[in-house]
């Protein structure tokens, strides 16, 4: 099975910085699309930012954090990353890291918890 392992989630104050990884164990140059979610308490599950896989693939971001967050990767390193600007409140959830391969499904990490205090 594939496994996507997530890191670098924490406490930080509003504006603070932190950047979240997602180390592939199969190659994520093959996939279709990757991509960063966030989940909040009594909340749906939410897109937060996309990739495609071609190099400088396009990338995609919810409105409420264009500006803030960038999604990126490694292809190297079979890792996707999400570095986390000004972060807000709001923006507390526990985030998981998704990719799509195109003949082996769908995958998610085990989530990381972010907590932006104010």
Known sequence: QVQLVESGGGLVQAGG?????CAASRSIASSNAMGWYRQAPGKQRELVAGITSPSRGSTNYADSVK????????????????????????????????????LSG????????VTVSS
Request: net charge positive; glycine share 6%; with cysteine.
């Open 67 to 102: 500006g803030r967050f960038t999604i990126s990767r490694d292809n190297a390193k079979n890792t996707v990353y999400l570095q986390m600007d000004s972060l807000k409140p709001e923006d507390t959830a526990v985030y998981y890291c998704h990719v799509q391969w195109r």
């Open 17 to 21: 910085s932190l950047r979240l990884s």
């Open 106 to 113: 769908d995958y998610w990490g085990q989530g990381t918890q």
